[in-house]
């Protein structure tokens, strides 16, 4: 596997990152740069991260991956059709913005940047396998209802629940349109504002609003309270210290 690179292409800084890079300077003696498990690394802006990898400390960007695993991983289960592949997709993200590290703007949100990045990425599979625009309706119900219930709280009634909650689901995913999904999981699952998933689709509030609204429309009232339990599309922290470990691998 071949060794990445961090490009040396110079970045201007403007007032507000002369700031922040003289914080990062000041936090050097309590940070150390092999050590991103301190609490004084996990406290560091997005900004304040990039300007350490740019700078040459390549695992300050395991904050960045641990940081955003989770978000990630939802979005791009709107648009990919199974586990494995919202992995390798999420890596190969990842490692583009390792390599265009250098082109994300300091006064803008890393976030969005990311997921921009992860969503071109989704659709290149995509385009590659047109069976992947979306997991199956009825994989989909059995993964939501598995997450949000769990094993744990299983009993004869809970099964019987369980199967009905399925076909609720299963019924109304099926009138989902990819681009209704992605936007009811970025605001409803993940949280993130209209004005955030607008940025990341290129596309008003005005239309997140109405895609938002028909897809909780679809959905119907069970679905959206389902969903917005806290446990559904969760990334793990075992998938979590994988994609750590695979993506820190290549920019070892």
Request: charge should be negative; aromatic fraction near 6%; hydrophobic fraction near 40%.
């Given at each position: ?35 991103t ?93 047109r ?9 989909m119900?059995?993964f ?31 009138k ?27 596309i ?20 959206l ?12 922290s075992?998938?979590?210290?994988t ?10």
């Amino acid at each position: 596997m071949r060794k990445l690179v961090m490009p040396t292409m110079p970045i201007t800084l403007d007032s507000r990152a002369h700031a922040i890079v003289e914080t990062v300077g000041a936090s050097d003696e309590a940070v150390g740069a092999s050590d991103t498990e301190k609490p004084e690394a996990q406290e560091l802006s997005d900004s304040n991260v990039v300007l350490r990898v740019l700078s040459g400390d390549t695992e300050f960007f395991e904050i960045l991956i641990r940081r955003y695993n989770q978000r990630l991983f939802r979005v791009l289960r709107g648009y990919v059709r199974s586990d494995d592949d919202v992995m390798d997709t999420m890596q190969d993200t990842y490692l583009k913005a390792y390599l265009n590290l250098n082109q994300f703007r300091l006064d803008s949100s890393f976030s969005t940047w990311l997921i921009r990045i992860g969503i071109n990425e989704a659709l290149q599979r995509i385009r590659k396998n047109r069976n992947s625009l979306a997991m199956e309706e009825e994989q989909m119900a059995q993964f939501i209802v598995d997450r949000a219930v769990g094993a744990e709280n299983y009993t004869p009634e809970s099964e019987t629940l369980n199967a009905e909650l399925g076909s609720i689901i299963t019924a109304a995913i099926d009138k989902i349109p990819a681009k209704y999904r992605v936007v009811f999981i970025m605001a409803e699952v993940e949280g993130m504002s209209q004005l955030a998933i607008g940025e990341c689709l290129h596309i008003s509030g005005s239309n997140v609003k109405v895609r938002l609204h028909r897809a909780k429309h679809l959905i119907k009232d069970e679905m959206l309270k389902l969903v917005k339990n806290a446990s559904v599309l969760e990334f793990g922290s075992i998938k979590c210290d994988t994609m750590v470990q695979n993506v820190m691998r290549q920019i070892a």
